[in-house]
């Protein structure tokens, strides 16, 4: 399993676990977990997708 597979599945546990309050506070630990975990999502995507590049010169 890829690791934005691993990180997509912790995205949906932490949407679950969202109460949806009707004012989401930004102190509210799922809501800090879920832009922490879109950032990494977004981050492992962008770098699956691009072409492995060398780092040796």
Do not use: F, N, W
């Not at 949806?20 to 990494?40: E, F, Y």
């Amino acid at each position: 399993m890829m690791q934005s597979e691993k990180v997509q599945r912790a995205l949906d546990a932490v949407e679950d676990a969202c109460g949806h309050c009707a004012v989401c506070s930004p102190d509210c630990p799922i809501a800090i977990s879920k832009r922490a975990l879109t950032g990494l999502l977004y981050d492992l995507k962008q770098m699956e997708s691009s072409p492995m590049e060398s780092d040796c010169s």
